[in-house]
């Protein structure tokens, strides 16, 4: 089954209060369902980003374990 988990900030299981999120979709994805996240950046306030509008990707790709991360 496919399965799309929309979620403000997902971020990895060392954060704390993310970790329910995480190991959902880490169970999902290892019970053999395709598990996508779409989530905004994590940090993007912090100082060593640039606020400049061209600085990052508008749509950023990664794979955390077995779940594809779809960050915007």
């Given at each position: ?35 996508t996240v779409v989530s ?8 060593d980003h640039p606020v ?15 779940v594809n991360v779809i960050?915007?």
């Amino acid at each position: 089954m496919k399965v799309a988990v929309v979620y403000q900030y997902y971020q990895g299981h060392s954060s704390p209060g993310h970790s329910l999120v995480y190991e959902l979709t880490q169970h999902l994805a290892a019970e053999g369902h395709r598990v996508t996240v779409v989530s905004g950046q994590t940090g993007y306030m912090q100082r060593d980003h640039p606020v400049l509008p061209w600085y990052r990707r508008l749509i950023l790709r990664e794979k955390e374990g077995a779940v594809n991360v779809i960050r915007t």
